[in-house]
């Protein structure tokens, strides 16, 4: 029935199972919404078996990098990547929070000294749920809201 | 553990065998000092204190520890005399003065500074605070003082007392105590209690402990009373503060009941908190914990230089 309401791509990434309402934070974090970047599609509210909804994002042309696939999931931690060849998914994975989470979040301490001098801000994992990490330049724990604020 | 070369920046990254090392190590350097009266071990090597922020106290034992060494010792501190004020870079900074030193002692108003500064320079870097987080050599001289009052740290009753909501010292301390088995009392006004997620860490890993606002129903079972200074500049809000200003005071008249055997412990400097009357008592040991911190930071400070095989 998906497959109705969206077009299948011939190369590129389809992300599925992303939590409902959480696609468009994806497509942002991953600056998708660039006017020279390929055909985006998202579908939200799809029904899903797994999820009650979910969101999809399918992205013409373009593979993930294994940084962009950790900030999926720290939004989206239920998230699969198909990789697209041909039309076919020619691999599919599920993302995976990694243990610790380098360049890709800002600290919400506003006097952590990563927020201020030129450092590549680098987290590690405390608990995944809830999802809370801790910087590792201020010790400082972060918590889901404050994690989405700064991705 | 390999020593040379090794970065003092949290307690987060000691384990209990590397704390009973360091507190052995301050322990016999402190009786071959009083033997020896001086020590050589850090001869021609040079300490850079950098303070962005100034803490005399702590600058000056660090200051005393490297001289106690053999060592001597370059720095600034005050920021605002430094070319910070032209709007160099911690990074730079530390680079630059990694030239002139073999190893550097840190203190910055901001939360991660040591921990970049040790990443950035070659040479071994000391954390003596940053900002809220950390300072660990207070944490080391702290457990070295009560290991020396009573030969141990195992199966002591700690009483910590005042501001345990933002008191950087309490929770770090409490941190390390929990290698230990020992039983804590947190004793504090309503509004300053020990944060939750510290609590249930401690307890997770075994400690027993008790939340009270009574210091004189808790005192008899004490063999250390750990007292902190409810600091105004830590409160976000003044009413807050002049709500629980205060709140304890811990004179004779509070001691009557207590076990003879029991120690007072401050990080100094104190307002109110400890009544003069107490330093002439057989608890006062606070001036003794300043003293202790000399040989625990040079035992820190050898060992990081690699200079300490000899002992
Ligand atoms: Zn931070």
Redesign the interface.
């Given at each position: 029935m998906a497959e109705l309401k969206v077009t299948a791509i011939r190369e590129g990434t389809v992300i599925d199972h992303i939590p409902a309402g959480k696609g468009l934070k994806v497509i942002e974090i991953l600056r998708l919404n660039r006017p020279n970047g390929g055909v985006l599609l998202l579908a939200s509210n799809v029904h899903s078996g797994k999820l009650g909804r979910k969101d999809i994002v399918k992205i013409e042309g373009k593979f993930l990098s294994e940084e962009e696939v950790n900030k999926i999931a720290l939004i989206a931690p239920t998230a699969t990547v198909n990789i697209v060849r041909d039309y076919r998914v020619a691999e599919k994975f599920k993302v995976e929070i990694p243990d610790e989470i380098t360049g890709i979040l800002r600290c919400a301490n506003p006097n952590c000294v990563s927020n201020h001098e030129y450092t590549v801000s680098k987290f590690y994992v405390v608990s995944r749920e809830p999802l809370k990490v801790r910087c590792h330049y201020c010790e400082r724990t972060m918590e889901e809201e404050d994690i989405l604020g700064n991705l | 553990m390999e020593w040379k070369g090794r970065d003092v920046i949290?307690v987060?990254d000691f384990s209990k065998e590397d704390i009973e090392f360091v507190l052995k190590v301050a322990e016999r350097l402190e009786e071959e000092l009083k033997e020896k009266g001086s020590l050589d071990y850090a001869k021609g090597k040079i300490l850079a204190t950098l303070f962005f922020e100034p803490s005399t106290r702590t600058r000056l034992s660090f200051e005393s520890a490297m001289h106690r060494l053999g060592g001597s010792v370059i720095g600034f501190s005050s920021a605002s005399s430094t070319s910070v004020k032209k709007g160099e870079?911690?990074?730079d900074t530390i680079k630059t003065v990694e030239q002139y030193s073999d190893v550097i002692v840190i203190r910055?108003?901001?939360?991660?500074?040591a921990?970049?500064a040790a990443e950035v320079a070659e040479i071994p870097v000391i954390n003596a605070g940053?900002?809220?987080?950390?300072h660990p050599t207070q944490t080391l001289l702290d457990l070295y003082t009560i290991k020396r009052a009573f030969g141990r740290i195992d199966g002591l009753t700690i009483g910590l007392l005042g501001d345990l909501k933002y008191g950087r010292t309490v929770h770090s301390l409490a941190e390390a105590l929990a290698f230990y088995d020992v039983e804590l009392y947190l004793i504090s006004p309503g509004l300053l209690r020990m944060p939750k997620?510290i609590v249930e860490e401690l307890r997770e890993k075994g400690v027993r402990i008790h939340e009270t606002t009574d210091l004189e129903g808790t005192i008899p079972e004490l063999d250390v009373l750990y007292v902190t200074r409810i600091q105004r500049e830590r409160f976000p809000d003044e009413q807050e503060y002049l709500k629980v200003k205060g709140s304890y005071q811990v004179n004779c008249a509070v001691l009557k009941n207590a076990k003879e055997s029991l120690r007072i412990m401050h990080p100094l400097p104190r307002v109110d908190e400890i009544h003069p009357e107490v330093d002439r008592t057989e608890h006062a040991l606070y001036f003794r914990q300043v003293f202790s911190g000399v040989p625990v930071r040079m035992a820190l400070l050898g060992l990081t230089l690699g200079v300490l095989e000899g002992v």
């Open positions: - | 949290s987060r870079s911690l990074a910055h108003s901001m939360e991660g500074a921990r970049l940053d900002g809220s987080n950390q997620h």
